[in-house]
């Protein structure tokens, strides 16, 4: 604000100027924007709300939450959303073990071993893995890594787990290497040259000083590739399959949250029956599941952030 | 210097025949446009949705009515049987597709939306589709299965979790099972017929709303059974193995012959188009209503779907033409007097 008005001053040298009319119309235009944005999050919580509410008029919320059959359009009826939230965790925590490992080694190449040219060049080679549309990888997963995983393990399922975990896994590796070279790139030389004069080797000031001091920004930029692995849709739709179940053998089909909106979405289900309905209450799980994570990260960032000079 | 007015010349010309081209091609396009297909003294709009299933059917119905009837429009949209009866009940359409009856007795259903809302329909049987049950090609020992075997894989609570538990001898290999979801008039038509009851059904199958998902379990694993509209093992016979269905008279597997003749028992379904009775009034819709069942023209018979001396209608034929099959002739004089009687009803 203090910015702006100073601004404002050395721009029109006094009130009433066309700039400062100008400029106030720049803000409307901009407050507008930021407007709309809000407004459309509220109503999208809006609208699931009202109808997880209508769900949860015929269906007790304990049930939803503990329940370990989900079938709510195939009979016997039954609601509990656990097999859901145990596919879509399966999915994440299989991703994570891919994308943290290689996305923060990734990171640390890049920031602390690659010279500058190499950098430029890698960090945008890699951003395009992300650009890749996910149905693209759905059908990678499908065509591609299941027949692989069948060669090695033949009872692999046409539609498993571990296929749709490894692709959301290799789509989320961008999020995890570049949001935290730049964590990583954003530590001041100072403390790597100290380590340095007290003999320690790159290894050890790479992993001894540079990633402590970016934890924060590291572990936050796991968390945001975490919640898009929660949300990643048509990978885990291709690839993942349609069978809700708890199950602990990996190479099995499951159903994540986001497949069965999908299914129940495409399908032919009346607008107003409980199959239906409990696309909003399924929604409303995954995002308030998502807005945790970010709350998370925001948190991390906070408490850990490292301030410098 | 003298070079350069001929070369200027030369594009010139052919830039002119360039414009001159575009300027035909655009004027032909527009012609096409305006005059497509005949006029006929009918006019009007008539909207057309319902199953996804009977979409194409009776699109290409349609189609080949305006081509006859340039100025009425048909709008056909594909939501769905359920959808698209709680809009034909609400009153937005005129002529709905169903891969099933109405739901109508006596709950709250669809027929009771149309009740309260005063719109009475007449229900004609217009395809035949069949449903297949398939399995991966290098299964080799299921190529038949009876009714009551299929009964036991997918009831409620089935207790069949390997092919051996099947019939003794098969691989004791677990059976992957593949189906259609719940809200398609597939699901409904198949618990019904094999499992004696809609919805009667495991649920630890996988379900889905495409039935190319459903191709694509069965064909990735050898232990797959699953099934779906006939039409798509046709489509992938390649990476599919039929299993024929005995009903008591023996093995038997969906073909044009045995669908059509009524062999292929219990999994030969009707699909279904309704059309309002309020709608009929109009002479449009009327006569889109009649030209289902009148023979087809001289324009259509080249095709190789009709065999030599038969001679088709419009329905039997664009049935056939989706991929789907012809409701037998015998029927076709049914459906006309049903048709003629909602007719009556509301012209006279």
């Not at chain 1, 145990?86 to 071993?113: K, M, N, Q, R």
């Not at chain 1, 065509?143 to 060669?151: M, V, Y």
């Not at chain 2, 009475?120 to 299964?139: I, K, R, S």
């Not at chain 2, 990476?239 to 062999?263: F, M, Q, R, W, Y």
């Amino acid at each position: 604000m203090s910015q702006a008005d100073t601004t404002t001053a050395i721009t029109t040298g006094g009130p009433g100027g066309i700039d400062d009319r100008k400029n106030a119309a720049i803000r409307y235009v901009f407050f507008s924007c930021a407007f709309v944005t809000v407004l459309t999050t509220l109503g999208i919580i809006l609208v699931l709300v009202q109808g997880s509410l209508e769900f949860f008029q015929h269906v007790s919320i304990v049930e939803y939450l503990t329940g370990t059959e989900w079938s709510p359009v195939i009979r016997p009826h039954s609601y509990g959303v656990l097999p859901l939230i145990w596919g879509t965790l399966v999915v994440t925590v299989g991703s994570a073990l891919v994308a943290i490992p290689v996305g923060t080694a990734t990171a640390i190449y890049l920031s602390e071993y690659a010279s500058p040219r190499f950098r430029k060049i890698v960090k945008p080679t890699l951003e395009i893995l992300a650009g890749i549309p996910t149905i693209v990888y759905g059908f990678f997963a499908l065509s591609f890594i299941t027949p692989l995983l069948q060669q090695l393990f033949p009872r692999t399922g046409t539609f498993n787990a571990v296929a749709g975990a490894l692709v959301v896994g290799i789509m989320i590796i961008p999020m995890v290497s570049s949001l935290s070279e730049d964590a990583m790139s954003a530590v001041p030389d100072d403390l790597r040259n100290a380590a340095y004069g007290l003999g320690a080797t790159k290894f050890e000031v790479s992993t001894g000083v540079v990633v402590p001091a970016s934890l924060s920004g590291v572990i936050a930029s796991y968390i945001l590739a975490l919640s898009r692995a929660i949300g990643e849709t048509m990978a885990v739709t291709l690839a993942v399959g349609m069978h809700p179940q708890i199950s602990f053998d990996p190479l099995e089909p499951m159903q994540t949250m986001t497949a069965y909106m999908v299914q129940i979405g495409i399908s032919d289900v009346s607008i107003g029956s409980i199959g239906y309905q409990s696309l909003f209450a399924v929604g409303l799980t995954l995002f308030a599941m998502t807005l945790s994570m970010n709350l998370i990260s925001l948190w991390i960032k906070s408490r850990y952030r490292e301030e410098y000079q | 210097m003298p070079t350069e007015p001929i070369a200027d010349r030369a594009v010139d010309r052919s830039r002119r025949r360039v414009l001159l081209g575009a300027a035909g091609a655009t004027l032909a396009g527009l012609a096409g446009c305006i005059a497509r297909g005949y006029e006929s003294d009918l006019e009007g709009e008539i909207r057309m949705d319902g199953s996804n299933t009977v979409l194409p059917h009776g699109a290409v119905v349609s189609e080949e009515f305006q081509w006859r009837n340039n100025r009425v429009q048909i709008p056909v949209r594909g939501s769905g049987t359920g959808a698209g009866f709680q809009r034909f009940c609400d009153g937005e359409t005129h002529v709905q597709n169903a891969s099933r009856p109405i739901f109508d007795d006596g709950g709250e259903d669809e027929g009771a939306l149309c009740t309260a809302n005063g719109i009475e329909y007449v229900e004609l049987e217009t395809a035949l589709d069949g449903l297949a049950v398939f399995v991966h090609p290098d299964n080799d020992w299921c190529d038949c299965l009876t009714v009551d075997e299929l009964a036991r894989i997918w009831e409620t609570g089935s207790d069949v979790e390997r092919w051996s538990g099947v019939r003794e001898g098969w691989p004791d290999e677990e059976i992957e099972l593949y189906g259609r979801d719940p809200a398609s008039g597939t699901f409904d038509y198949f618990t019904e017929n094999i499992t004696g009851e809609v919805g009667n059904i495991r649920s630890d199958y996988s379900a889905s709303a495409d039935t190319n998902v459903i191709v694509r379990g069965v064909r990735g694993s050898q232990y797959a059974l699953g099934f779906g509209g006939a039409g798509y093992y046709y489509e992938n016979e390649d990476e599919l193995e039929l299993v024929g269905v005995d009903n008591g008279e023996g093995c038997i597997e969906p073909t044009k012959a045995t669908i059509e003749s009524g062999d292929y028992e219990p999994l030969t379904r009707p699909l279904y188009t309704y059309f309002r009775a309020d709608a009929l009034a109009r002479e449009e819709v009327r006569s889109f209503a009649r030209f289902y069942f009148e023979e087809i023209d001289g324009e259509a018979t080249e095709a190789d779907i009709v065999e030599p001396g038969e001679s088709l209608t419009w329905t039997q034929w664009a049935a056939r033409r989706v991929g789907y099959y012809a409701i037998p002739d015998d029927q076709i004089d049914d459906r006309r007097e049903t048709l003629a009687g909602a007719i009556a009803e509301v012209t006279e």
